[in-house]
T-cell receptor, first 113, second 114 residues
Framework: GDSVTQMEGPVTLSEEAFLTINCTYT??????LFWYVQYPGEGLQLLLKATKADDKGSNKGFEATYRKETTSFHLEKGSVQVSDSAVYFCALSALREGGKLIFGQGTELSVKP | DAGVIQSPRHEVTEMGQEVTLRCKPISGHDYLFWYRQTMMRGLELLIY????????DSGMPEDRFSAKMPNASFSTLKIQPSEPRDSAVYFC????????????FGPGTRLTVL
């Protein structure tokens, strides 16, 4: 079945450091890909998305490119802030199953001043 | 506009008790999803509805769990009897049929079964 694999955390960075969180997927067809963010004690918020190969999703300085050839959707940010501390989830939308989301295990990011 | 509404936000109960979680999807969204988040298993889909009809309940862990959607604006997830291993955060999400591209999540219900 479809699946998503993320790099394990926690990831600890200093403010203004470069961030990469790796995400790869296995899926039938061409799913849409997502990054969701969960701040402490809160629900899930969509951070960015990409719906087809070579699409780049971007939001709040974060970017990710849908790479079909490597089945990847890595999250990047050039300069992280303390306020970016959260758990980040990579997900795909299972097209044949009502668009249900299949999530990676989540990566906790901690940014220190 | 109101987002997805879940209640209660926190629930603490004792083993063996019945627990009911509630969700109000965004108006006009005809897909509704229930997810569970645990440390061990991460985020996993329990069940989803389309136009109030359960479509896939293969993620429901066992017969103690049941979900209903009596109308387009309300869904419940019931656990009877509850067990400590049911302790988790339960999220409800909804989306319109016109788009696979975003599900809108509620704030979640944190359930603790003692």
């Amino acid at each position: 079945g479809d699946s998503v694999t993320q790099m394990e955390g926690p990831v600890t960075l200093s403010e203004e450091a470069f961030l990469t969180i790796n995400c790869t997927y296995t899926a039938t067809g061409y799913p849409s890909l997502f990054w969701y963010v969960q701040y402490p004690g809160e629900g899930l918020q969509l951070l960015l998305k990409a719906t087809k190969a070579d699409d780049k999703g971007s939001n709040k300085g974060f970017e990710a490119t849908y790479r079909k050839e490597t089945t990847s959707f890595h999250l990047e940010k050039g300069s992280v802030q303390v306020s970016d501390s959260a758990v980040y989830f990579c997900a795909l939308s299972a097209l044949r199953e009502g668009g249900k989301l299949i999530f990676g295990q989540g990566t906790e990011l901690s940014v220190k001043p | 506009d109101a987002g997805v509404i879940q209640s209660p936000r926190h629930e603490v109960t004792e083993m063996g008790q019945e627990v009911t979680l509630r969700c109000k999807p965004i108006s006009g969204h005809d897909y509704l999803f229930w997810y569970r988040q645990t440390m061990m298993r991460g985020l996993e889909l329990l069940i989803y509805f389309n136009n109030n009809v359960p479509i896939d309940d293969s993620g429901m862990p066992e017969d103690r769990f049941s979900a209903k959607m009596p109308n387009a604006s309300f869904s419940t997830l019931k656990i009877q009897p509850s067990e400590p291993r049911d302790s988790a955060v339960y999220f409800c999400a909804s989306r319109p049929s016109s788009s696979y591209n975003e599900q809108f999540f509620g704030p979640g219900t944190r359930l603790t079964v003692l």
